[in-house]
């Protein structure tokens, strides 16, 4: 999917990684000149991750901020492929006998088959809900 969208997915990894890094650097800058910039890159063994958790805080103000604006200019919308799994149905035998007389034993016991096969199938409704 990025490959059939790679501005889309340029833009993603922008706001998502390059920003948050930016305004670190940007914010170290501010406050204690270059050095303090050359520092983050001197003393941590993982500069980029540590300047990356600093400055999403911000990041992420400005990603609200441009929504605000524009929505998806921020956060930008990414497509997704769902899949939906085609399940087989129990198939339901019915016998119709329809010139034969039915007896009150007969409905009984076509009354019960019936409520056993809703509840099973609340039992399956149940569990794939549950999953």
Known sequence: MADSRP??????????DVLPVGLA??????????????ESFT????PFSDLRSE???AARELRERLDQV????GNPVM???????DTVEETI??????????????ERL???????????????LRQQLAS
């Open 79 to 85: 497509e997704v492929a769902v899949e939906v799994e």
């Open 55 to 57: 400055g999403e805080p």
């Open 25 to 38: 650097l940007l914010d170290r800058a501010r406050r204690g000149g270059p050095g303090r910039v050359v």
């Open 93 to 106: 035998e019915e016998t119709v006998e329809p010139e034969l007389p039915v007896s009150a034993e007969d």
């Open 110 to 124: 076509a009354l019960q088959e019936a409520l056993t096969r809703i509840e099973h199938r609340l039992v399956q």
């Open 70 to 73: 524009s929505p998806g200019l």
């Open 7 to 16: 501005f889309d997915a340029m833009r993603l990894a922008l706001m998502q």
């Open 43 to 46: 003393t941590s063994p993982e």
